[in-house]
């Protein structure tokens, strides 16, 4: 039986994104685990005390929250929120928190409070990552820069730490409009590259003394014995995290690219022939008593994964990748009951110095206990499987640009930094406003995201295949509204005409500009109206409801949709109506020249209304962001 189980798990590993016969993908079955085995109800597991505030939980956060953005299953998201909530159960304070002990370790947390804050708007997750980062700005260094790993391990640095520390710091440099933190991010894994690379095998060492002072280390380099796998593990997970909030335009971003380029090659280089995997000391897989492990093995698949998908690393790495994800669910995952697995074989812990002196020699790393369902494991395992399974669903997609509006849509507003920058229906908006899932549905669907934020040609459209406006701005929402006009209508038309797809997500009546844009829209036959339909009050969400029949060619696997203050459409040649209720078209879609027009009265795929928070289940509103997606992307094959 276990044979047989194996089998179909090597196959799971080479099949789609929607995993083998009935079974759930293995990012959502090892989530599943978490939810409802592992830690279901008491928080973390501890009924004795109040737990302290530790980084493992926000691994495991970490790929929760991937999971969430990738199903819009709210469960994913609330059950990280409710337990950072009790967290800060006492105003502007982090229980169990001391910001004097001066431990890395405690800002890996700051992740998932930086997620909360931008999806929810709430200042308490705001006002405690403000604490986290004033513990960065007092957090003693080495004489270079550097970041000590704890207070109690003086002039240390750990390859632990740059993930626990840097990821966050970054991600806050970025919301909070500190543009001199960047340089110094990128010392910090600068100075641990110099500190601690081995020059013949390019591994790095788990850590590194600068006062020579501790019995594990060097006399002469400071530097402990092995290259500890799960400590490089967190550094390459570090360094593809903090690249999504580092500029482009940041002179030492490819510093940083070529560092993540030389320690992924030496790593792939320590991969295991029989099983794709990687041992818990990297270097000596023959030697005696070494065991392959979980933990790091799913972390080099992460940042081997994510760095393909970014573009950061060379094709070549992709045969690394797909031994490495088969290896992991081949050599650690076992059934734990419907639609759960388990991960075995993670080192539950490994460190330097200490109260029990840890001697950084083998025979240590050895002596350490090997688990199932580490949370340290099970969060980088639930990262690796969901990058893996995007992957999936990516290939074979020839590659097309969604071009996002940002020119008739042009709102602002002041940002925590006090910035005053656009907001509403854009790309980058995690809240409720924000266009963040759909962009990662186009992204899994082959979409490369752009946004346009002048007016429309047919020069600056040549290279977008799909085109998306949304909400034109009235008076009362811009300062200077660009209204549609004739000369931008014919821009667009024209770019139609040729090939292009056209996605027209209006508003209603007082919340749109509606009577010049008709300027455009009717040169498809589609007329918006200045209505106001499905006035919803409250929780009454049956008001906003429209029923999708079944087969309709758009949006084939979805049923009912939420809808609400939308205006209706009047439909004539070329256009046709696509879904009607009680007499009034909702959606009209028309073929013009080469291209296609897609209408819809309302932005409606907004994250308030796909992410899972806030509509009952009945409503399908993510279901039908993909199949409308997938639509799309016939009509540029057409």
Known sequence: MRKLFLILLNLAALVPFSGFGQQKPFSEQMAKTVLEQ????????????????????????????DVWRNTADATYFNYMQSRMDAYLSIPDSIKNYDAYDFNIDNIKNGTALLTLYKVTGKEKYLKACHQLYAQLQKHPRTHEGGFWHKK???????????????????????????????????????????????????????????????????????????FWARGMGWYVMALVDILDYFPEEHPRRQELLAILNRTLSAIVK???????????????????????ESSASSMFVFALAKSLRKGYIPASFQKNLDRGYQGLVQQFITPAGENRVNLTKTVQ????????????????????????????????????????????????????????????????????????????YLWDGDDNNGFSLLGRVFEKNGGQLNTLRTAPTLQNLSKSNIYIIVDPDTEKETEH?????????????????????????????GNCEISRFNTLAQKFGITFNEDSRNRVKGNDFHTGAIAIPKGNAVFPSTAKIYIKEISTLQVNAPAQTLIQDHGDTIIATAKYGKGTVFAIGDPWLYNEYTDGRKLPKEYENFTAANDLVHWLFKQINN
């Open 38 to 65: 592992l830690y279901p109800d008491s928080l973390f597991n501890r009924t004795d005390k109040f737990p302290k505030w530790s980084y493992d939980m926000g691994v495991i956060f970490e790929g929760l929250t």
């Open 152 to 226: 109690i391990y003086p002039y240390q640095m750990w390859l632990d730490g740059l993930y626990m520390g840097q990821p966050f710091y970054a991600e806050y440099a970025s919301l909070m409009d500190i543009p001199a933190a960047f340089d110094d991010i990128a010392n910090q894994f600068s100075y641990m590259e110099k500190n601690a690379r081995d020059k013949k095998t390019g591994l790095l060492y788990h850590g590194w003394d600068e006062s020579r002072k501790e019995s594990w280390s060097n006399p002469k380099t400071g530097l402990s014995s092995h």
């Open 270 to 292: 320590y991969q295991d022939v029989k099983t794709g995997v990687w041992y818990d000391i990297v270097d000596l897989g023959t030697r005696k008593g070494n065991y392959l």
């Open 349 to 424: 812990v490994s460190g330097l110095g200490g109260k029990n002196y840890r001697d950084g020699s083998f025979a240590y790393y050895m002596s350490e206990p090997v688990v199932t369902n580490d949370p340290k494991g099970v969060g980088a395992f639930i990262l690796a499987a969901s990058e893996v399974e995007f992957a999936k669903e990516q290939k074979g997609n020839k590659r097309r640009t969604v071009t996002l509006d940002n020119y008739f849509n042009n709102e602002y507003k002041k940002t925590a930094s006090g910035q005053i920058k656009p907001y509403h």
């Open 481 to 509: 509204p660009h209204f549609m006009n004739e000369t931008d209508a014919q821009q667009i038309t024209q770019w139609v005409k040729q090939g292009g797809v056209l996605v027209l997500f209006l508003n209603d009546s």
